[in-house]
């Protein structure tokens, strides 16, 4: 395992790392950070819980045995605040009786000291990648392709042609985000004003006309198509 191999899918990641050995935290910090866009180490339990809570990381890495709060205490209050969390757990040889119940948590990987930094970065690898999958199939699944070169992302709440955004005003938004639902399927005058009103917002089949023209400006030509006297859809031109 070559590091650029990993650093193609770590470089912006965030890493939360609890050691209570000084020298070990201290070095395993120090290669990571070549590797991790953050990377900060903590020396217990305690000090990782908190600064879990005010900030989100990518991978937790911590030892079992630590002062203040014990790793696998920190572990399910991880888990209890977020059961995606991707976390490795360092082992020393005689804590194997605690890694079972670590991996029915729902841990990624566990790695026995002394560290082997090749094994490390193996690891790491391996989980900073499934998060890479993870991240693009999101990405992929919130992205309505409304054309070859232009989409709608659900999540971000843009328009993108030609890799350009496009700015949308918030009853556009409402808007992209009812008729995206079911592409293809008509959505009434009624479902759409319905849509609005569950946002705390208005509008009217007038103002839903004067609306659709400004925005069939901004994507696509025949994206949006009318039905007289019924409602709208939207029809992909890819």
Same mark, same amino acid.
């Given at each position: 395992?070559?590091?650029?191999?990993?650093?193609?899918?770590?470089?912006?990641?965030?890493?939360?790392?609890?050691?209570?050995?000084?020298?070990?935290?201290?070095?395993?910090?120090?290669?990571?950070?070549?590797?991790? *866009? !953050?990377?900060?180490?903590?020396?217990?339990?305690?000090?990782?819980?908190?600064?879990?809570?005010?900030?989100?990381?990518?991978?937790?890495?911590?030892?079992?045995?630590?002062?203040?709060?014990?790793?696998? !205490?920190?572990?399910?209050?991880?888990?209890?605040?977020?059961?995606?969390?991707?976390?490795?757990?360092?082992?020393?040889?005689?804590?194997?009786?605690?890694?079972?119940?670590?991996?029915?948590?729902?841990?990624?990987?566990?790695?026995?000291?002394?560290?082997?930094?090749?094994?490390?970065? *193996?690891?790491?690898?391996?989980?900073?990648?499934?998060?890479?999958?993870?991240?693009?199939?999101?990405?992929?699944?919130?992205?309505?392709?409304?054309?070859?070169?232009?989409?709608?992302?659900?999540?971000?709440?843009?328009?993108?042609?030609?890799?350009?955004?496009?700015?949308? !005003?918030?009853?556009?938004?409402?808007?992209?985000?009812?008729?995206?639902?079911?592409?293809?399927?008509?959505?009434?005058?009624?479902?759409?004003?319905?849509?609005?009103?569950?946002?705390?917002?208005?509008?009217?089949?007038?103002?839903?006309?004067?609306?659709?023209?400004?925005?069939?400006?901004?994507?696509?030509?025949?994206?949006?198509?009318?039905?007289?006297?019924?409602?709208?859809?939207?029809?992909?031109?890819?």
């Amino acid at each position: 395992m070559h590091s650029k191999e990993l650093l193609q899918y770590s470089k912006n990641l965030t890493l939360l790392l609890a050691e209570d050995h000084d020298e070990l935290r201290e070095n395993t910090a120090n290669i990571l950070q070549n590797f991790f *866009q !953050t990377v900060d180490a903590v020396s217990n339990g305690e000090e990782a819980l908190s600064l879990y809570n005010e900030n989100s990381y990518d991978i937790i890495l911590t030892d079992i045995r630590m002062p203040k709060l014990d790793g696998i !205490t920190l572990v399910e209050a991880i888990y209890d605040k977020n059961p995606q969390q991707k976390v490795i757990v360092l082992s020393a040889h005689d804590e194997s009786k605690y890694l079972i119940p670590l991996l029915n948590l729902g841990v990624e990987h566990y790695i026995k000291k002394p560290l082997d930094y090749q094994e490390l970065i *193996q690891v790491f690898y391996h989980v900073a990648k499934k998060i890479d999958s993870l991240t693009n199939n999101i990405e992929v699944h919130n992205k309505v392709m409304l054309s070859n070169d232009t989409y709608y992302n659900k999540e971000k709440k843009i328009l993108s042609v030609n890799e350009e955004v496009s700015y949308l !005003t918030k009853y556009e938004i409402i808007f992209l985000d009812t008729l995206t639902q079911q592409l293809s399927k008509i959505y009434s005058n009624d479902e759409i004003v319905h849509a609005y009103e569950a946002l705390g917002e208005s509008i009217d089949a007038q103002n839903i006309r004067k609306l659709v023209s400004k925005l069939r400006k901004k994507v696509p030509e025949n994206t949006i198509e009318s039905i007289y006297g019924v409602g709208y859809r939207l029809i992909p031109n890819t």
